[in-house]
């Protein structure tokens, strides 16, 4: 019951978001710098977001393999591969080098 209330607001919010967002995009308008400011913070976020997830595992440091499949991931997600080969290759630059002990 603690988590109803909490679940059935944001629902709401969620929902009330996706309504008027395309009915208010005609009526507002956004300045470019600040467009430009929203691009820049979700590629910042989703970085750091990377950094996280590759880097630490708990709280200590995850090893070499996992940032290696990630580098191989990006790589490839800059040469525009398929996405079933990029975590194809990612998930097996991982495992290759963990089996050989880089860990």
Known sequence: MNLLLPMIALSIGTFAFRLLG??????????????????????VIF????????????????????????????????????FVAIVVAAAATTAALRWVGVA
């Open 22 to 43: 395309p009915m208010l995009r005609s009526r507002l308008t956004i300045s470019p710098r600040v467009e430009r400011i929203g691009d820049v913070g979700v590629a």
């Open 47 to 82: 970085t750091a977001l990377i950094a996280t997830s590759a880097l630490v595992v708990g709280k200590q440091f995850g090893g070499f393999a996992l940032p290696a499949g990630v580098l191989v991931a990006a790589v490839l997600a800059w040469r525009r591969a398929p």
